[in-house]
């Protein structure tokens, strides 16, 4: 069992930055690949970043709109899930998401988890928080 909740989001001029953080409560051994997706008004959910790490390789990944610009990060002493976002444009302003694929950490490698493949799958996400509203102004 996973729960998320974001938090963080609001309203930016073009160019500013944002931090989105995730608390994560985990009642569960698995481990989980964990994701940042947003969803624009009339638009697909889609995947930003991802990060999975098994304390001696890490895997983590952006979709090409936010390279550059987006950095993931996980703290697990916090239980904390991060995506700092810098240089923002209008077109990153939608609802984003955290989202946790959790897997029995014998039956692969942290590798698998790739937000540019897709890999998991996004309806492979097993968890998902309630969303933070990111709105950037022009």
């Known amino acids: 069992q996973v729960q998320l909740v974001e938090s963080g989001g609001g309203s930016v001029q073009a160019g500013g930055s944002l931090t989105l953080s995730c608390g994560i409560s985990?009642?569960?051994?698995?481990?989980?690949?964990m994701g940042w997706f947003r969803q624009a008004p009339g638009k697909e959910r889609e995947g930003v970043a991802a990060?999975?790490?098994?304390?001696?390789?890490?895997?983590?990944s952006y979709v090409d709109s936010v390279k550059g610009r987006f950095t993931i990060s996980k703290d697990n002493a916090k239980n904390k899930l991060y995506l700092q976002m810098n240089s923002l444009k209008p077109e990153d302003t939608a609802m984003y998401y955290c989202?946790?694929?959790?897997?029995?950490?014998?039956?692969?490698?942290?590798?698998?988890?790739?937000?540019?493949?897709?890999?998991?799958?996004?309806?492979?996400?097993?968890?998902w928080g309630q969303g933070t509203q990111v709105t950037v102004t022009s």
């Open positions: 990060i999975d790490s098994d304390g001696r390789t890490e895997s983590i």
């Open positions: 989202a946790a694929e959790t897997y029995d950490r014998r039956k692969r490698s942290v590798l698998y988890c790739d937000i540019e493949t897709m890999s998991p799958q996004q309806h492979e996400y097993n968890y």
């Open positions: 985990v009642y569960t051994r698995m481990r989980a690949c």
